[in-house]
């Protein structure tokens, strides 16, 4: 594996064999490997796989994720390597690849949607693929509404587009539309006459907290760590800043650190410092030490590495550690002596960034900001009122920094691009749950701009050294035709080898400012060994697997936040049943036209009004139809005189007809569609 990631081309078997000192007599055996460790996922990625040619028959390998059923109730998936994502259909034209996955052998749970696993392909035509399960990555848990049927002795669980499955009765508790519950396949190709069993009930639909926590279930979320982990993180004492001092570590205390992050946060991985230094800066970041205490193959690594991610849901954190070290021991709290990794990096006034300096160190934070708070600080001191506090004059050096590593970065090429982002949040304690638009403020991107530099630094110490971290690689997606400011890129992913991040412009890239809450950054800081300044030796793990596991990792949290988001949006929207909506045409299916909606960027579908009593949601759909009115005027409904063609991107008016946020679906009939 190593050989491969060194090597910048492709190699056969001869070379393979030379590069690891063996003889020719070794080449059937090496092709056995080969195969073994194909079927095993070591080549699923698609930059490994391109560094072998030459051996016949060597299994074509996937990570995929289940993403439906077709018309004939086989498993549909999709690549989770962005690389292999879209591929070449008629006429050369892109498109996303398919994967139709073979039913699973008698006796093996089936496959539901969002279901992770290794398959087996076979190409069959463009762009499509026969796959065939390998090994089981993560099953997808069944998560919907129990019923039950008078003088029947099983239940019904509605597990939306999972379908509908057969549950025996046994010790169910409550049963009712009302009730979530979480069960697991055991047999049947689909949801369509498949049998379930029975985990556990949530509790009912109208609980904010239960829609957010089916996330967990349906994703294989784990709820809560192992007792070996909690007694290993527990046995931690308090920071000992003179043993820390005494034992070689930099004295940071006297440099004013401040955090800046948002309201909601707890696990304060970074604290940022700068001040001028002729005609440029010189910048500090202070990162968590987590390595300290997480040291690898113990369990705390073991879990954590298992987990990949902390996840953040409405109301919710599930997170990589244990509270006692996210939350506490590695959290940079104002005030509280604590270990980290300082980053000292000079900045010249054109925001170019010199050679970074790697230390172990104490420090100690000034302040806890949050965005709004420094934002309104600086304002407030560019508008020519009076410096309250040493904070008031740290921030003017931060944001002068910041204006320089932003122009540099425009000058490099990065395409600025401002998107509205939607924050969905839940008060467990009130139960309300808001939607609103969270604004884009100019303390975001400075704390963007100083991680990047960070992550910057770190991915070029480590690809000097041939350093075993791991990087964060984004490719473009090829377009001759696309200028710059028209390219468009790849999802980023994390990478055993150095590659390009082309929507940051730089040469190499990784992460390394947030090892609370991402192993990958964990695994660098270990590889850096800031301790000593100097690059750490391979811990011989295989970090192309890593990288495979943590973008599934990934995935899944992205997954979940997502999930849970959409489900609490449409729990919002409960209470405007009825009212009438700006939004959208966003899309089309053969049940009629998708619409969002504007202020909340909920999605759902545009049906017949008629067709509706009492809010029920039919499963035949028919097309809402308009008469056109007077030109530069609104159309609006009056029957179904006509059929209707709406453009996407178009601008209706729709009235929320009907909710359900268990399944996050929403139904809208027309009001009015612009001209």
């Known amino acids: 594996m190593q050989v491969l990631a060194r090597t910048e081309g492709a190699l056969g078997p001869g070379d393979l064999l030379r590069a690891l000192g063996l003889g020719p007599g070794h080449k059937v055996a090496l092709r056995t490997l080969l195969h073994d460790m194909a079927l095993d996922g070591a080549f699923a990625s698609s930059d490994l796989a391109e560094r072998i040619r030459g051996v016949r028959d060597l299994p074509d390998t996937a990570y995929v994720v289940v993403t439906g059923f077709d018309r004939n109730d086989r498993p549909i998936a999709r690549f989770l390597d962005p690389e292999r994502a879209t591929g070449e259909g008629r006429a050369g034209a892109q498109r996303e690849a398919v994967i139709f996955m073979t039913p699973e052998q008698p006796g093996r749970p089936p496959l539901t949607p969002g279901a992770k696993v290794l398959a087996r392909l076979r190409k069959l035509g463009a762009g499509r693929f026969e796959g065939r399960t390998l090994r089981t990555c993560d099953v997808r848990r069944l998560v919907g509404r ?49 049998r379930a069993r029975l985990l556990a009930t949530l509790g009912y639909a109208n609980d904010p907290a239960v829609l957010t ?8 979320l784990p709820a809560g760590f192992s007792d070996e982990a909690m007694t290993e993180a527990e046995a931690f004492g308090d920071v000992d800043a003179a043993a820390a001092l005494a034992d070689g570590r930099v004295d940071y205390r006297d440099t004013p650190f401040v955090t800046i992050d948002g309201a909601d946060s707890r696990d304060f991985d970074d604290a940022v410092w700068a001040a001028r230094d002729g005609d440029g800066f010189l910048l500090r970041i202070a990162i968590a030490d987590v390595a300290h205490y997480v040291r690898p193959g113990g369990v705390l690594d073991r879990e954590a590495r298992e987990r990949g991610h902390s ?35 000079p900045i010249d006034i054109q925001g170019h960034a010199g050679e970074a300096r790697i230390a172990s160190g104490v420090m100690r934070s000034r302040a806890r900001l949050t965005y709004e708070q420094a934002q309104e600080m600086h304002d407030g001191a560019m508008a020519g009122a009076a410096p309250g506090s040493d904070v008031t004059a740290l921030l003017g050096a931060l944001f002068a ?10 000058a490099r090429g990065v395409r600025v691009v401002e ?26 991107r400075l704390i963007e701009s100083f991680m990047t530099v960070a992550n910057h630094a770190a991915a070029r110490i480590m690809r000097r050294c041939a350093a075993p971290g791991l990087f964060r690689v984004n490719p473009p997606i090829p377009d001759a035709d696309a200028g710059r400011e028209a390219q468009r890129f790849a999802a980023a992913r994390y990478s055993a080898s150095p590659a390009p991040h082309a929507a940051l412009a730089l040469d190499e890239y990784a992460h390394v400012t947030s090892p609370i809450r991402r192993y990958a950054d964990l695994l660098c800081h270990r590889v850096l060994d800031g301790r000593a300044n100097r690059c750490g030796k391979d811990t011989l793990e295989s970090r192309t697997a890593l990288a495979s596991h943590l973008r599934l990792s990934e995935a899944r949290s992205a997954g979940a936040a997502r999930d849970a988001e959409e489900r609490l949006i449409v729990f919002h929207l409960a209470g405007l049943l009825g009212a009438s909506l700006d939004g959208h045409v966003s899309g089309e299916t053969p049940s009629g036209y998708l619409v969002t909606l504007t202020d909340t960027g909920a999605i759902g ?5 008629t067709a509706l009593h009492d809010h029920d949601m039919p499963d035949s759909i028919t097309r809402v139809a308009l008469r056109s009115g007077a030109p530069g005027r609104e159309d609006t409904v009056s029957g179904l005189s006509c059929p209707l063609r709406l453009a996407k991107g178009m601008a209706v008016r729709v009235r929320l007809s009907s909710v359900d946020p268990v399944t996050a679906r929403c139904r809208f009939s027309l009001v009015a569609v612009s001209s």
Not at 170 to 182: C, E, I, L, P, R
Not at 213 to 220: K, R, T, V
Not at 312 to 339: E, I
């Open 146 to 194: 129990l019923s039950a049927s008078s003088g029947e002795d099983r239940l019904t669980l509605d597990a939306g587009r999972a379908g509908l499955w057969s549950v025996e009765a046994g010790s169910s508790g409550d049963v009712g539309d009302a009730v979530v519950a979480v069960a697991e396949p055991v047999s049947g190709a689909s949801g369509r006459g498949g």
């Open 213 to 220: 926590s089916m996330s967990l279930y349906e994703h294989g």
């Open 311 to 345: 996840v953040y849901l409405p109301g919710l954190v599930v997170p990589m550690l244990p509270p006692r070290l996210s939350d506490d021991l590695c959290s940079l709290r104002p005030d509280a002596d604590r270990l980290c990794v300082v980053f000292e990096i």
């Open 401 to 410: 920094a910041h204006d320089a590593l932003r122009s540099a970065a425009v």
């Open 419 to 444: 998107r509205q982002e939607r924050k969905v949040t839940f008060d467990p304690l009130s139960g309300c749950v808001s939607v609103r638009v969270a604004p884009r403020l100019d303390s975001h």
């Open 605 to 609: 579908l545009l049906i017949d009004e």
